[in-house]
């Protein structure tokens, strides 16, 4: 069987329905395989781009999830195809030995990437530089990116892109003096980034604050009753088998998000048939209803992430005071460099920064349909 060799920048004819049953073939792998990742009593750690440091939402994040655990990632740390590219990183498929010791270690393990909704500027500010600026022309116009867990890369190609001492070997790929500044901020950027995600520290106080928040939610009898309400309109809509991945489905996000256990004191015996009534209302959700199984998903992850929200807030309020950053609900961003960059000074200039700017695609998620 033939594996893709060269990274994919961009897809083509992508539509909301082809991203759906993508993650209905991913299930029914994971359920066969026997390694969905919702039933853990852990759950997977957060994902994280590591050119930004952001996490995906929604659906893209859970075709990541369903793809790393169908394919044995070690880590959810991934990339955009076009920044891979750019970096020079390597698919393992390009490596016989690489690929044949991660296909030994699961058989189902390959380098095709997922699909994530998109935008592409029309300027990268690398066009005198003939490789990149086609990369970057092929990707115009598009609305889908694809999505590459690390894992996915050879060795070597990691190294030589995300070490130190290698950054200046790397940027002698290329000609041109912007690209080259690109892929050294980039890459300092990325060795930066999974620094702060190993260490756990950089997102230490969100997460006390989403525990605190989703206490509190539960404990106010007033904040309680919204979301009993919230919970009792989504499931109106909704056939015996959503309801069921529903309900485990929240609290694996929000235990997810904020670190809080659910159903501790369930014995073994009662966790094993739960697990089935789930495993089972999940498959036939993946056989016979797509779109349904997207919907539930999605509403899942929207529904939990409100609970860490301060009183169940719909905006991105985790303190007192979120309350006056009018922190909207916005689709997640794919590379892109905020104007006031919180990044270290010593990593990233001024003209860097607008070099990465140019550099940005803004996520668009379409919801699922009935």
Request: avoid cysteine.
């Amino acid at each position: 069987m033939e594996f893709e060799k060269e990274i994919k920048t961009y897809a083509t004819a992508v539509i909301a329905d082809d991203i759906y049953k993508n993650i209905a073939e991913l299930a029914k792998k994971n359920i066969e395989n026997g390694v969905l990742p919702y039933t853990e009593s852990k759950p997977l750690p957060q994902d994280m781009n590591v050119v930004n440091g952001r996490h995906l939402g929604d659906i893209n994040k859970i075709q990541l999830e369903l793809k790393a655990a169908s394919i044995g990632a070690k880590s959810l740390q991934w990339i955009y195809g076009a920044d891979a590219v750019v970096l020079g990183l390597e698919l393992k498929s390009t490596n016989a030995s690489e690929f044949q010791t991660a296909k030994s270690q699961n058989p189902n393990f390959n380098t095709d990437p997922i699909i994530g909704f998109a935008n592409v500027p029309r300027d990268l500010a690398l066009k005198t530089d003939k490789k990149v600026a086609q990369i970057a022309a092929e990707g115009l116009g598009m609305e889908a990116q694809t999505i590459y867990l690390l894992d996915q890369f050879t060795e070597k190609s990691l190294i030589r892109a995300f070490s130190e001492r290698k950054i200046e070997e790397n940027v002698t790929r290329v000609g041109n003096d912007n690209a080259r500044r690109l892929i050294k901020t980039i890459s300092k950027n990325v060795i930066k980034n999974i620094a702060e995600y190993n260490s756990g520290m950089k997102e230490k106080d969100l997460r006390d604050s989403m525990r605190k928040n989703v206490r509190k939610n539960y404990n106010d009898p007033k904040i309680k009753q919204n979301i009993i309400e919230t919970h009792s309109l989504i499931f109106s809509k909704y056939s015996e088998e959503q309801k069921i991945v529903f309900n485990q489905l929240t609290k694996y996000f929000t235990s997810q998000k904020s670190g809080i256990t659910f159903d501790e004191k369930i014995s073994p015996e009662d966790k094993r048939k739960k697990d089935t009534v789930f495993l089972k209302a999940f498959e036939i959700l993946a056989k016979d209803d797509f779109r349904g199984l997207s919907k539930v998903l999605s509403d899942a992850f929207f529904f939990a992430n409100r609970t860490t929200h301060l009183d169940f807030a719909y905006e991105r309020i985790y303190i007192e005071a979120d309350r006056n950053k009018q922190m909207k609900v916005l689709s997640p961003q794919a590379a892109k460099f905020e104007k006031e960059s919180q990044q270290p000074e010593i990593l990233i200039d001024q003209r860097e920064k607008d070099i990465l700017r140019k550099h940005e695609r803004q996520l668009q998620i379409p919801r699922a349909r009935r």
